[in-house]
């Protein structure tokens, strides 16, 4: 009766891999270069309710897409239409500097690599129903110069 013994464990496996696929994927954001391209989903992402503050978003702090990109070259940012519904921005860190608020899936700029081989950048989605249109979402990418 070997086969009964192993029933129980099966069970509980599949019950597993049911619970582990339940969760929602987050929207994702693509970026793009000549023939390189990379697609992530958030690092941090609030779904409806959910807030920051509340610390119940989403959360996959070690993801960070990486591009190679041509000095002149535009990079193509494409988010989700859920993403542009709400708003979103553009946002270089180390800089302290970000784009105006975007309400379109498709953006391109042309990065400049004068101060280093890499650039980090941001795309964060926003929440414009709330006054100071909080982030409620953060996509985190690297340009490498190619």
Not at 98 to 109: I, K, L
Not at 125 to 141: E, M, Y
Request: aromatic fraction near 6%; glycine fraction near 8%; include cysteine.
């Amino acid at each position: 009766m070997p086969g009964r013994s192993l029933a129980p464990v099966a069970a509980v496996a599949l019950l597993l891999v049911g619970l582990t696929g339940c969760q929602k994927p987050t929207p994702g954001v693509t970026l793009s270069s000549g023939s390189q391209s990379v697609h992530m989903e958030a690092t941090t992402f609030c779904r409806d309710g959910q807030t920051p503050a509340k610390q119940d978003c989403v959360e996959h702090l070690t993801r960070v897409g990486e591009i190679r990109v041509k000095q002149g070259n535009e990079v193509a940012v494409d988010v989700d239409r859920t993403i542009a519904e709400h708003g979103w921005i553009l946002v270089l860190p180390a800089g302290n500097q970000r784009s105006d608020v975007q309400d379109e899936h498709h953006f391109a700029y042309t990065p400049d690599f004068s101060a280093g081989p890499f650039i980090d950048l941001e795309v964060r989605s926003l929440d414009r129903v709330a006054d100071d249109a909080q982030t409620t979402g953060i996509w985190k990418f690297r340009l490498r110069q190619a």
